[in-house]
């Protein structure tokens, strides 16, 4: 079985033509997305030959050569007008901008992302080269957590907040949202109690102050 992170992920896939996972590594997402019928055909990518091969051992076992096509590629360089559905999922927030910033996305109707950091300017930059978010989850998995945001074209206006945690993740105030903000929250308090810098304590205490209101 997939992880729960790929499993929400590929909720976000279905029904579209041809995916393109970018830094797919096992290739585990597309195979899925294949043998569900999710999409009709899937490319899985990465920059580096040792996960690719990975993805291919993969794909062969799940006798998918057809239609998972295995592409060595620095990014999204290598996608065509068929292309209807990106999912990039398990790097760094800025990687995921610099690899957005040089794709042809023309064709591309729907992006599937999960950042494992720096999600803040990752909303900004979907935001000021209007993409819309239409789908968020917070999935806790091996006690992490992770923001999967699913993205179309259209304007949207996000706070700074809401550029952290994800305006719909926000909204839903979920119980899993709750315990990571929590988690922050004795975090804080703890670095307080240790703290005897007057402009540390202020920092501290202010954003403490806005993680309580956002959870209440
Ligand atoms: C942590 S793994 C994530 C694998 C999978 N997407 C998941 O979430 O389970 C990140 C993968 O991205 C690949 N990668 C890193 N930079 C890349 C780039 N610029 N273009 C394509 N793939 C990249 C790495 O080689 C690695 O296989």
Redesign the pocket.
Known sequence: MI?K??LSASEYIKGYNVLA??????G??PIFCLENNYVTKAYA????E??LNNAIANIKQADLEKAVIPVL????SYLNEEVDVV?????GGR?II??LEKAPLDNVKRLVI?A?SENEQLRDFLKRNDWKIVAEELIKEKAKYYQLQVLERGKMELSNFEKEFGPLIIKEKSDIFKEMINKQITNLSKALSLTTNSESIKKIKNRIEVLERVIR
């Open positions: 992880s992170r790929l996972d970018c830094g797919t590594d096992h585990y997402l990518s990465d920059n580096k040792g996960p590629a620095d990014g999204l999912s990039i999922l398990g790097m990687l610099s690899i999960i494992n």
